[in-house]
């Protein structure tokens, strides 16, 4: 079994930036795909990064692409998402997941976090 933390997110206005972390321990795969998703009030969960354990290869949502970047952390199985230029529609609930797959894809997660509140005001 794979527990995934995170931590991180928050209140910010519009504009400004915010950090998520994720780390991934337990019994499994050695690496780990490691990305998030997200969910919005009302709204289907959706694919927002990854990246993949196998040759750092990242993928992101259309939504936030120029705006977050998705990174690797020094610890092993450690995941990193910044996240600038925020907007409100960005506000959701932010769950880390992760995947013995060597590159990342936009959904088909074995395993994932609690989440964390994002919240942006306008």
């Known amino acids: 079994q794979v527990h995934l933390v995170e931590s991180g997110g928050g209140l910010v206005q519009a504009g400004g930036s915010l950090s998520l972390s994720c780390a991934a321990s337990?019994?499994?795969?050695?690496?780990?795909?490691m990305g998030w998703f997200r969910q919005a009030p009302g709204k289907e969960r959706e694919f927002v990064a990854a990246?993949?354990?196998?040759?750092?290869?990242?993928l992101y949502a259309n939504s936030v692409k120029g705006r977050f970047t998705i990174s690797r952390g020094s610890v092993q199985n450690t995941v990193s998402l910044q996240m600038h230029s925020l907007k409100p529609e960005d506000t959701a609930v932010y769950y880390c997941?992760?995947?013995?797959?060597?590159?990342?894809?936009?959904?088909?997660?074995?395993?994932w976090g609690q989440g964390t509140q994002v919240a942006v005001s306008s």
């Open positions: 990246i993949g354990w196998s040759d750092g290869t990242t």
């Open positions: 997941v992760a995947d013995a797959a060597p590159r990342p894809g936009p959904s088909g997660y074995d395993y």
């Open positions: 337990g019994r499994g795969f050695r690496y780990y795909t």
